[in-house]
């Protein structure tokens, strides 16, 4: 079972806008920074949000990121057919002292 | 361009150690933090450990007693050991770079990964 709570899957529709919400303690999401990261199978887990809100260069802004207290939520805009893959919120934890991951979420475009 | 790259043996026996390499390009492994992550078939990502180049480490807690990471700057690779490999361990090994920016700590470049199977 992972330190952070996700949901297995969501899931909507080309255009709309979809929500992926991480479940965390003061331990680390309360305390630390959120990260995100997508993953296609078969392929290198790319980092999408880093330090809660912030885009790499060449990440879409359909890709938000929002921190409150011990969550922490991935929003995704205007969703197209390319966004169908899997995705992780992780952070530090400090009583763990170590890096966790939440237990994915697999996003699907109907 | 940072890129990475794992290499070593797709097939463990069980009880076996795994040694996994991680080729650094584009960058000086001199700089940033260097980490291991895998993910097991059908489970989400699971965060190994992590070495600074001066030798410093950091492991899961769950696997600390059975890994090592430790790091050659002279050609600009880190590895990873992981001992009394079991079928639990069957898994796509990931190394990434551990980039930081103020408090925050982040893996911006990950390698394409490599499949580890336990078995006899």
């Known amino acids: 079972q992972s330190v952070l709570t996700q949901p297995p899957s969501a899931s909507g529709t080309p255009g709309q806008r979809v929500t992926i919400s991480c479940s965390g303690s003061?331990?680390?999401?309360?305390?630390?920074?959120v990260n995100w990261y997508q993953h296609l199978p078969g392929t290198a887990p790319q980092l999408l949000i880093y330090?809660?809100?912030q885009r790499p260069s060449g990440v879409p802004d359909r890709f938000s990121g929002s921190k409150s207290g011990t969550s922490a939520s991935l929003a995704i805009s205007g969703l197209q057919s390319e966004d169908e893959a899997d995705y992780y919120c992780?952070?530090?934890?400090?009583?763990?002292?170590?890096?966790?991951f939440g237990g994915g979420t697999k996003l699907t475009v109907l | 361009q940072v890129q990475l790259q794992e290499s070593g043996p797709g097939l463990v026996k069980p009880s076996e150690t795994l040694s996994l390499t991680c080729t650094v390009s584009?960058?000086?492994?001199?700089?940033?933090?260097w980490s291991w992550i895998r993910q097991p078939p059908g489970q989400g990502l699971e965060w190994i450990g992590y070495?600074?180049?001066?030798?410093?480490?950091n492991y899961n807690p769950s696997l600390k007693s059975r890994v090592t990471i430790s790091v050659d700057t002279s050609k600009n690779q880190f590895s990873l050991k992981m001992a009394s490999m079991t079928a639990a361990d069957t898994a796509i090994y990931y190394c990434?770079?551990?980039?930081?920016?103020?408090?925050?700590?982040?893996?911006?470049?990950w390698g394409k990964g490599t499949t580890v199977t336990v078995s006899s």
């Open positions: 990434a770079r551990r980039a930081r920016i103020g408090a925050a700590y982040y893996m911006d470049v």
């Open positions: 584009g960058a000086s492994i001199r700089s940033d933090y």
């Open positions: 070495i600074f180049h001066i030798g410093t480490t």
């Open positions: 003061t331990s680390n999401i309360g305390s630390s920074p």
């Open positions: 330090n809660n809100n």
């Open positions: 992780a952070t530090w934890d400090d009583t763990l002292n170590g890096v966790v």
